[in-house]
């Protein structure tokens, strides 16, 4: 049954907007918790063949992401349109695919902001650089 993996979204006033989308389409959502972030997402997802590692006990990451698990091509796309339409804004998205499920979700979190910060013409390291205003 397809469901969706959501981090750091969970007592935050759009999470009962975020359920009621899934919900609506039919998905069910699994909190990861920060001891959960150096698992495989793929343990996470409940996929057979991963293995579940030690407990993680660092700090982690603070912005929020939801992973997609085990969806066809038109609900990922109608996920979107709803999140879009109930305007319900995450941060960072992913689809678990075969490369990206033995990954931890840290190493997912990480890959993530690459793309995010390519796709605004960041260079790597800038956001370390920048001010809390986003300027240099």
């Not at 793309?115 to 920048?130: C, N, T, V, W, Y």
């Amino acid at each position: 049954m397809p469901f969706t993996l959501l981090y750091n979204l969970s007592g935050k006033p759009k999470t009962q907007k975020l359920r009621f989308v899934l919900a609506k389409l039919g998905l069910r959502a699994r909190e990861v918790k920060r001891e959960e972030l150096g698992q495989p997402v793929g343990f996470l997802a409940g996929l057979d063949g991963f293995q579940s590692t030690e407990p993680y006990e660092g700090e982690g990451f603070f912005d929020e992401m939801l992973v997609m698990c085990g969806l066809a091509d038109a609900q990922i796309g109608a996920l979107l349109t709803a999140l879009r339409q109930a305007r319900v804004p995450v941060a960072l998205k992913a689809v678990l695919t075969e490369e990206n499920a033995g990954w931890s979700s840290l190493q997912l979190h990480e890959e993530l902001c690459r793309e995010r910060d390519a796709l605004e013409g960041k260079a790597p390291g800038d956001a370390e650089s920048a001010s809390v205003h986003g300027k240099k």
